[in-house]
């Protein structure tokens, strides 16, 4: 027998198993459960590595920094504390600078290549990936799944379906539990959570994070990102036909025809319609019937193609990301030239400039000085000109810690209020009431530029420094 010959029934083999498999498969219009093959070739491979990043949920908590927790969003006391930064209340302007960045960077995204975040970074595909995956190892591959859930209830049966809904809960619980570790400490949460000695409120929120993350991840699946999620609704208007997207290229895939003998029809195009695009889909859409709000972007369906295009011997890439004017011929605007993701990058790079302004301007001390409004100034018997300021010291650092005030900008001017240190308590803001004395023949203009500065003596590198003015009579 020729190697030809061996090839060609190999190829008619192949073509009998995948169109009997075929007949499983149809288009997901809702009404019933979706049983997604499981997917092997590099597109896969790079969606587990992106859904790694959901690892860090579960590590960051027990991070340490200087004998802390590294990353605590301490919300009852109204701190943030990253990596030895302390971020209060008073510089929420930078959440909302991070806010905007990551909309922006979403949006610019969108516009140039689709759904991305849906398909390699969202934790309801990440979970739902990962509860499938079990599933498939518990339970078997798809036909198996299907008979399972088709069959009467018997021990097996029951063992099998228990084995998987125990293995959910605990990824459950180990989800809620890691989400509220974020807010307070860690190890003392577990500490509280094995004595029972944990609050409602976290009790609370772990019971909602198990039961959501069940019902998402385990049930509804891919009916979450068709009618829960909003972005589904909203994909469209980011989208141009210069984005890319995972596309049928229908020029050389039509007309469809089956494998006959394990070779192509003469005529046809090279989609054999064999479906295994649509047995891959975790949402069971169709791509070759074009873009629609259930595709989210996985490309899960370009390594299917792939995988088939190589057994039949065709090139590869039938499905492959591609924009709109690509299959129509027309060339591709650089990314630089396109209007939509120029907006975005501005916005991107000016809210990631005032980020790094502000990680990098945010102090461990700080002082605000406001003027005492009436009277402005007071003339005092002794020759000297009084002002009254209410000095306010902001202590980001996590212990109190003991402040040395002094002012500046007239000659012969005398602190009052501020002898002594000052007691700066941690995570708090201070007032305290002070006066300038300045001698008359100093005074050169009815305003005059002072500098406060505040020193923590407990450690010298830390400053802060606030200009004011004093008042005084016409010279």
Known sequence: MTESSTSNESKARYSDDIYEEAANWHVNTGEEKIYPKKAAGKWRRLKWITHGIWLI??????????????????????????????????????????????AMLLAAVTTIAGRVYCGFFCFQTAWTDLFIWLEDKIEGPPAKRRKLDAAPWTAEKLRKKSLKLLVWFVI??????????????????????????????????????IAGTMLLAGKLREQTCFWLCPYARIQGVMYDKETILPTYDFHRGEP?????????????????????????????????????????????????????????????????????????GKKQLPLLKRPRVLIYLTILVLSIGGIIYGLTSLGHIEVKVLHGRTPLFVQRSDGTIQNKYDVKILN????????????????????????????????????????????????????????????????????????????????
Not at 62 to 79: E, H, S
Not at 87 to 93: G, M, N, R, Y
Not at 410 to 438: C, D, H, Q
Request: charged share 20%; with cysteine.
């Open 57 to 102: 949920l579960f590590i960051g908590p027990y991070l340490r920094w200087n004998g802390q927790q590294a990353i605590l969003f301490d919300i009852p006391n109204r701190q943030f504390h990253i990596f030895g930064l302390t971020i209060l209340p008073q510089d929420v302007w930078m959440l909302a600078l991070v806010l905007l960045f990551f």
């Open 172 to 209: 459950s619980v180990l989800t809620g539990i890691s989400f509220v570790a974020w807010f307070t400490d860690a190890r003392q949460l577990w500490h509280d959570l094995l004595t029972f000695n944990a609050s409602a409120i976290e009790y609370g929120v772990i019971a909602l994070f």
């Open 396 to 475: 980001k650092t996590t212990d109190d810690i003991s402040i040395k005030v002094t002012a500046s900008g007239i000659e012969g001017m005398v602190l009052k209020g501020a002898e002594k240190p000052l007691l700066a308590r941690k995570g708090n803001t201070g007032s305290y009431i002070m006066f300038i004395n300045a001698p008359a023949e100093n005074i050169k203009d009815e305003r005059t530029p002072i500098t406060f500065k505040i020193v923590n003596l407990d450690d010298p590198t830390q400053t802060s420094s606030y200009e004011s003015m004093f008042f005084a009579p016409k010279p």
């Open 256 to 328: 469809r025809g089956r494998l006959k003998k394990g070779q192509l029809v003469e005529g046809n195009g090279d989609c054999i319609d064999c479906k295994q695009c649509i047995a891959v889909c975790p949402t069971g859409i169709d791509i070759r019937m074009g873009q629609q709000e259930g595709c989210i972007t996985c490309s899960l369906c370009l390594d299917a193609c792939d995988a088939v295009m190589e057994k039949i011997g065709r090139p590869t890439g039938l499905i492959r990301y591609a924009s709109m004017d690509e299959m129509e």
